[in-house]
């Protein structure tokens, strides 16, 4: 950092600083999608406020950090019906969905396709091979 001005080398810090408390809250939400999760929860466990929270998304992720949690969420669980043989009901309660009517909401919302046609057609590619 040398030939910078002290603004600069300040601007470069607070950066830093930020991305370290986003890559916290991101990284505490993928060992915890399971769990209920709040807005204060996330910044809590980021350090700081939650409105600040929401700035840091909307700067390095673009969705809020709820809208991360589900569709982190929904990846982990198309990848248990792809690669698991548990049943739909196990995949929404290990995925943090309350209920399994969300988790198919959610899943078709996404994928366009409902959890068992997403697992069909997974092992359907698997016996082509």
């Known amino acids: 950092m040398r030939g910078l001005t002290w603004r600069t080398r300040l601007l470069v810090k607070v950066h830093a600083l930020y991305a370290y408390r986003f890559y916290s809250a991101t990284e505490w939400i993928r060992t915890h999608y399971a769990d209920e999760i709040t807005l204060p929860d996330i910044a809590a466990k980021a350090g700081v406020s939650p409105e600040h929270l929401l700035r840091l998304f909307k700067k390095h992720e673009g969705p ?3 809208q991360y949690v589900w569709k982190y969420r929904i990846d982990r ?5 792809i690669h698991t043989g548990l049943n739909v009901t196990e995949v929404s309660e290990r995925c943090g969905f309350k209920t399994t009517h969300h988790f198919a909401r959610m899943i078709k919302q996404e994928t366009g396709r409902t959890a068992s046609e997403i697992r069909r057609l997974s ?4 016996t082509k091979t």
């Open 64 to 66: 809020t950090p709820i």
């Open 123 to 126: 092992w359907a590619e698997l």
């Open 77 to 81: 669980a198309i990848e248990l019906l």
